[in-house]
């Protein structure tokens, strides 16, 4: 059954120009604003109507949180009562008074938000990123923190981690485009900052079977295996309720060879690994912090 659902919007723009991100060549403008609201608070209708139970994560095409429609849709989502879980990825560029302020204005149920922050060392000074956290911590708000695992960081990446709130999990993802595998030194530095690192360096072959728990949907309502596949399994916006949240085992089609990231693998049902993270080990959130 499914439990955990991901949301992409159709906006691809990020505020931040990192060199290796496509979304930060991106325009937008007023009308590509306008859409993507529309699109995401008719997926929330939807969610609502069609009484989803369980967690919803937006994993955008960039950086999402500095619009503040997004954090009324989370509200909006955060008050129906089967949801448990709402939050979204993020480079933490938002104002933490502003925006959750926002949330709060819109009767957002903070105790459900959970976010996911990644420290981008060439855009933002890890003063300021910290801070967004210390004041995330102090609002009760339930985060991760991360970054990517560029071996040349390794001494920036052990001062975040010794400067935020231990219960606060700091992850490590493996860095793309390395051109190289991650030397011993390395590897241990990294599991040093992120005891969940190693999972990084796995190959786990494809199998729909083994991720029954979650599906993806962008902005067409169209629902995927997860975000890295491209063979539509359902549409939120055609199919009926009761089959919706029960996909059978024929229907889930995944057409990858690998679950290669993240979002992909963490759905898995034999990562015992993850288990710590209870139901949603999407937000990267140890259970019962």
Known sequence: MVRQIYYRGSLRFCNYSCGYCPFSKEKKSQRQLEEDERELFQFVEEIGQKKFAGAIQIVPYGEALIHRYYWRALAKLSRLSQIEAVGAQSNFSFSVEQMLGEFEKAG??????????TFHPDMVSEQDFLRVCHELKE????????????????SLLLRIRENLDPAVYFWINK???LGRKYSREEIQAFSGLDPYFPLELRHYKADAAHCGSALFCNA?????ACNRCRRKSANLYGDPEETLWHISENARICDRRECDCYISYCNRDDLEELASFGPYPAFRIPDLL
């Open 108 to 117: 957002g149920e903070r105790e459900k938000l959970r976010l996911w922050g």
């Open 175 to 177: 860095m793309d485009g």
């Open 220 to 224: 067409k309502g169209e629902m995927y």
């Open 139 to 154: 609002a009760g708000v339930l985060f991760c923190a991360g970054a990517v695992g560029v071996p040349e960081n390794v």
